[in-house]
């Protein structure tokens, strides 16, 4: 008699962890420690009083639902993503798929012009509406960034001659005018379920185990193969230095602090969420995490967000800050340009590691960092 092989089940785990929500109006001293230490321990963290104005953001995500309502075949007409457009279901050119649609966008007003031209009806309105939020989220990056350099310890020059009042070694990458930042549009549609029975059963999974609406009061098991809760967008870390996103009242971020753990993020539209990207792991030495995370879909809501990538011009040599190097902790990974960077990320498929590509191994192995859930 032949036994068949019991199908291997993908156990995940769903741990109960708050992000630190930083408040930027308090104290700057205190700001940039309680900046440094989330992005030591955490890799992730949400700013309030952000100073991003609340007119910029809606008229940034009413442009962004009009685009998204449109048939299909309106917004092909933005695609294909080649480097920046419309894109649906394909993520990159590895293979690799989920449950989104999306825009990808250049910080280039000139490139934001041109491109608006197949996106919108009003091409005027919402480049000016793109352009005037790229603008306000930035200067929130640059901010972040000075503030990280100084509780770190690093040098923060002053420029009254500029509009910005200060520098860093990290901001000045992206103030940088042949900065490679990219603005990306995601709008997660809701899982429409065919039957009744399918229906029932999702709505009585979702009342227990609905990981993007409420907290989960006990570690408990999870099986991300549920019909109930597929892969919008899968597994991966951020190559760039900064991500600053925002997204609506529905959730599915999740963040993984070691391997089969997954920390549901709650949205909260009040608030930017703000991660540490590849680029700023190599920089601070490892002082910081670049954590993997990834979204779900919701069964009945559809979720969007809006995600600022700050990197740094193609030119770029990218390596340790010589302040963060020591003989107890030398440097973990090669120097390397963003450029050469951008292409090993993009010649892989999105769950793979990019960083170890330029780690640097000693006989005594300095353990890679990890966030500190």
């Known amino acids: 008699m032949v036994v068949a092989t019991p199908t291997q089940i993908h156990i995940e785990k769903i741990r109960e962890v708050e992000l630190p929500i930083i408040d930027l109006s308090a104290e700057r001293s205190e700001v940039s420690k309680l900046i440094v230490k989330a992005c030591s321990e955490f890799g992730f963290f949400k700013v309030i009083n952000h ?6 953001i809606t008229r940034m995500e009413e442009e962004s639902y009009g685009f998204f309502a449109k048939p299909g075949c309106e917004k092909q007409r933005a695609g294909p993503v ?33 491109r608006s031209k197949t996106i919108s009806n009003d091409p005027l309105k919402f480049s000016c509406a793109v352009g005037g939020y790229i603008e306000a989220v930035r200067d929130l990056a640059c ?14 020059s002053s420029d009254t001659s500029s509009s910005s009042s200060s520098s860093s070694v990290f901001s000045q990458l992206i103030r940088d005018v042949d900065n490679d930042s990219l603005l990306r549009i995601n709008h997660y549609p809701p899982l429409i379920l065919t039957n009744l029975k399918h229906t029932t059963t999702a709505t009585t999974l979702d009342k227990e185990e609905d990981t993007s609406s409420s907290p989960f ?3 408990h098991h999870h099986d991300h193969h549920n019909n109930n809760n597929r892969i919008g967008f899968g597994e991966h870390s951020d190559p760039q230095i900064l991500t600053i996103l925002r997204s609506n ?11 089969g753990v997954w920390v549901p993020v709650s949205p909260d539209p009040a608030t930017f969420c703000v991660n540490v990207g590849d680029v700023l792991q190599a920089m601070t030495n490892g002082r910081f995490v670049s954590v993997r995370h990834r979204v779900m879909t919701n069964p ?13 011009p193609l030119h770029a040599t990218i390596a340790a800050i010589p302040e963060l190097v020591t003989q107890c902790r030398p440097s973990l990974y090669w120097p390397f340009t963003w450029s050469e ?3 090993s990320a993009y010649s892989l498929r999105l769950g793979e590691s990019r960083l170890n590509l330029f780690r640097i191994l000693e006989d005594d192995e300095i353990a890679l960092p990890e966030a500190k859930f």
Not at 51 to 56: C, Y
Not at 249 to 259: A, F, H, M, R, T
Not at 300 to 312: D, N, V
């Open 51 to 56: 100073g991003v104005p609340e007119d910029v």
């Open 82 to 114: 080649n480097p920046y457009g419309y894109g649906s279901k394909n993520i990159g050119f590895n293979g690799d798929v989920g449950e989104v649609e999306y825009l990808l966008l250049s910080t280039n007003f000139v490139s934001i012009s041109q």
């Open 143 to 156: 901010e972040l960034l000075d503030l990280m350099a100084k509780g770190l310890g690093l040098w923060v």
């Open 217 to 219: 009061h006990h570690p």
């Open 249 to 259: 009242d529905v959730g599915g971020l999740q963040i993984s602090p070691e391997n």
């Open 300 to 312: 009945y809501k559809s979720r969007m967000s809006m995600a600022y990538f700050g990197a740094p």
């Open 341 to 343: 960077y951008k292409k």
